[in-house]
């Protein structure tokens, strides 16, 4: 390992430095007395970035963006039980997304734990919760060989995330001897046999059945898409997607598969007449809530379920070997650009979304968690530039900002857009300090309706009722109304209001043509969501 | 139980009933999905308060603030396993604090979780690590049931936190037959046996040894200080109180017990001399972090120490025995009203102590979590108008506004006063936005040194050395800045910034005769925290 200061090493040093030596080069930090040797072990050994962070929800959301977009391993530190509970919500996220990860959670000196002081807690039951790898480190001069074991459990499948519990004592004692700085491989992930492809050709073959494709997991980048494309072409079969991609490729010039809607009733409708659904890094399609009187399961009955990849496998070399069975030698569709206008005068988020298809430059990434107004989004964009898109994976609110940070900073040079309700943006609101300390070039549009707006639709599907003026105010966030451009600007953001199409579309352009963090605050029209959701999926609904 | 809205009772309304009944009448909630019929029975029974927060931490640290206050339970409502994540934190320091709570777990219908839909994660499992009682309903028809079980469980001893999991189904299924209204006897603490109150009260009477009482929980109310002055006047026993007390009554007129000090150094020289402690409500002494070369028992290794009641136990009933027995009338000392001069002309924590002193109203509540800061307030409110100080017992920052939410809810004509380090409150930043949804009588006094001051004194004591600028970036909030008055506005609290001793002194008098939420930016001097701890201290740091 490199050694900024040549010294006497700890155990902190020698982990630091076998995690640089792995590849690991960003940690996203919110560290307290028990992490004081790995805080100094920054500036021990060379090539880590630390990024400080103002609550460990956006160290784990942000190691979750920045895994996604470089398919490797950020680190993030926390501080005890409490400082990995803080993070657990974006981890269940991260875990969902198959997302490669290294916490490292400091614990007390091992010979503290006895004494039961106030921050004591079951680390390990926590962690398990969330975590694929837990493992506690059992001396100083083995956290190097925990530190490479947990960056190789991130790699496992499609990403794991892993957690080391380093006792504090063994980050300060001194180590023997420093690990020797070996040449790291990647494990790679599992190629999918001969003869499920074959069989999955097979069921291509059969012209009399409907086919189709569901994509998930990597299965969602381009030569997958690539792959897909051709696929569809020659058989025919459909393409579909899983509903909340960790990773999506979309827009112009790129083939097009049709995702499986949120809501049941629609998804049911999508899928009824499918003979069979061949699964490429994605699950058998599930209700995300179950709802009285609703199945779960969304595939119809007589539907075979043909598992060719799970999103552990490479998924990418399954569609490009499928393709070459069966001969897909043409491209299939590709997506053309589009830049539909806003449908109305108000401002709405197909609008919203419409702006953003002109404007969004090729190759952006679009950190997705609008929750009620990600539905004008995804058909307004369909022909943008390309670009990818991080949905929320996981359903747990707050990982849309913390995202966006991740993505930021593995992809520099690329434009980062975040897409966030008003609730959602609260719950991991102190992404945004982040975003200026690192002068990332993040673009947050805040969609405000001032109101949990998803809820009022859920009230109605899971037939709780009318709701009286208790049960109103537990979806309302208009009392008091939250001032975006004030919680910008408390941060160092520099902020927009904007209330017509005119405004977003001037306030947005211009986002797009310069560097560094902003944010727009989007006040939406007030719509009536049932009849607009009703509308726009006809009698399923 | 009251129907305000006579109908099909479900078993979320037969649950919210009878938790009213057994006298829970707040429920902190941000609710999703699997508990809409929850979110309605809020409607359909009578006497339950909703209160929404924008984040789970706040719900289940308010739970915290209003069950010190009020010594009975009042609920959360969480929302699944990732909202349930969020709220972990302070459940940890709920737990810590022994404070009575339930928490309401939606979960996916029982019928779902096979499925395992994207939200689906082991509550259970996430639960038992800060929980000291979790059940999983089990049918609409047991609801009621389990709420009422889980009341008396979260009271306990001095309190537990309880957790019940519901599932949305059996939320949502009709029930049978409503439960009765029973009247709700809420369980009592364990007395302690006559013999350990001799036993303690023979130690005292041995003139020629040095003898403290230890408290804590309960200890630290009106009766048990006043009892445990007493014991002091007739015994000369010196009478100490644990680190960080879940409440505890203080200021002029009330016998001042001395605090074991944070710093381990500071509190091995206070406890070195003495034969025997007798812990009454608080565990024997222990450092809060291990340092190299310190022990972690901060007792004298020849000092006995006798356990006369536990936490659980009836302390204050204990402390008036063992005064009782010691024929111990005469009344101990009580602290004097003292409002000294600020101790110099910059903006110190000192001289917002000293400001606080002379201003803050009989009665008030102060919740404090200013970490470094704090040093400045205790010495200097110790002869303040009588006032009740709720501290960050599990040592997890961004319990402070939570707490003092929960403890306005509950005592709504008493000013509280919550002081946070500006690390500490960007934790759960999004309690201001509750504050004014209930027009709450806080005011928050942020004090701003744009670090985590407490950091940089623990990185010397742990010898993690001295840091280079990487280490220095995670420890450091000066880049940017953050706009307090910004923060407030962005949420609707009225804000000021002072810089100035006779500002703040201005700020603080208003805000006193004033109701409602507000906040002051307290823009410290810049000190050398390092040097003046160690003048503070003395040799022993």
């Known amino acids: 390992m490199k050694q900024a200061t040549p010294s006497t090493f700890n155990g902190a040093d020698t982990l630091l430095g076998a995690l640089v030596d792995a590849g690991v080069e960003v940690c996203f930090a919110n560290p307290g007395t028990s992490e004081m040797q790995m805080v100094t072990a920054m500036d021990h050994v060379e090539g880590m970035h630390p990024v400080l962070v103002l609550f460990e929800g956006v160290a784990t959301g942000a190691a979750d963006g920045y895994g996604r977009m470089t398919d490797k391993p950020a680190a993030t530190m ?13 981890l269940h996220n991260a875990r ?8 490292l959670v400091g614990d007390h000196a091992t010979t503290h734990l006895e004494l039961d002081a106030p921050l004591t807690s079951d680390i390990v039951a926590q962690a398990n919760t969330v975590c694929d790898w837990v493992t506690v480190n059992g001396s100083a001069n083995t956290l190097a060989t925990d530190g490479i074991n947990a960056v190789v459990a991130a790699y496992q499948g499609a990403g794991q995330v892993a957690t080391l519990v380093v006792p504090a004592n063994h980050a300060w004692d001194v180590i023997e001897a420093p690990l020797a700085n070996k040449p790291f491989d990647p494990p790679v992930q599992a190629r999918v046999g001969r003869d499920k492809i074959s069989q999955a050709a097979a069921s291509l073959r059969q012209g009399d059945k409907q086919v189709a ?22 058989t025919g079969a459909r393409v579909l997607s899983e509903t909340f991609p960790a990773r999506w490729r979309r827009g112009a010039g790129i083939f097009s598969p049709q995702p499986v809607p949120y809501f049941a009733e629609l998804a049911q409708g999508m899928l009824r007449d499918l003979d069979t659904i061949i699964l490429l890094g994605a699950k058998a399609p599930v209700a995300f809530f179950a709802y009285p009187g609703l199945p779960g399961v969304l595939t119809a009955p007589g539907t075979e379920l043909q598992l060719l990849a799970t999103v552990d496998e490479d998924v990418e070399e399954a569609l490009v070997a499928l393709a070459l069975e069966l001969d897909a030698a043409k491209p299939g569709e590709s997506q053309a650009r589009i830049s539909p206008p806003p449908p109305q005068e108000e ?15 090729e190759n952006s990434i679009v950190s997705e968690e609008a929750a009620t107004s990600s539905l004008g989004f995804y058909p307004m964009t369909a022909g943008a530039a390309a670009h990818d898109v991080l ?5 747990s609110i707050g990982q849309g900002l913390p995202v966006a940070i991740g993505a930021a900073i593995a992809c520099p040079d690329r434009k980062v857009i975040s897409l966030l309700g008003d609730g959602c943006a609260m719950y991991t609101i102190q992404s945004l300090w982040t975003l200026v300390r690192e002068n990332l070039d993040v673009t947050v549009v805040v969609y405000k309706n ?8 859920e009230l109605m599907r899971t037939g709780a009722g009318e709701g009286g003026d208790k049960a109103r105010s537990l979806m309302s966030l208009d009392n008091p109304e939250l001032d975006w451009i004030a919680m910008a600007r408390s941060m160092g953001v520099s902020a927009r209001r904007v209330v017509t199409v005119e405004d977003f579309r001037s306030a947005f352009s211009e986002a797009m043509t310069q560097r560094g963090p902003r944010l727009i605050e989007v006040c939406l029209a007030e719509i009536d969501w049932i009849a607009a959701l009703k509308k726009m999926a006809g009698p399923d609904l």
């Open 450 to 457: 001032n109101s949990y707006a998803i809820l009022n639709i």
């Open 213 to 234: 494709l569901l994509l998930g997991g990597r299965g969602l980048r381009d030569r997958a898409l690539d792959a897909a494309g051709r696929i569809s072409r020659a």
């Open 96 to 103: 969902r997304a198959h997302t490669p990860m290294v916490n």
């Open 78 to 90: 926390l501080h005890l039980g409490p400082g990995l509970s803080n993070g657990m919500a974006n």
């Open 391 to 395: 949905s929320l994976t996981g359903g």
């Open 347 to 361: 401002l709405c988020p197909a609008g919203v979304g419409a702006v953003i298809a002109e404007f969004m430059p």
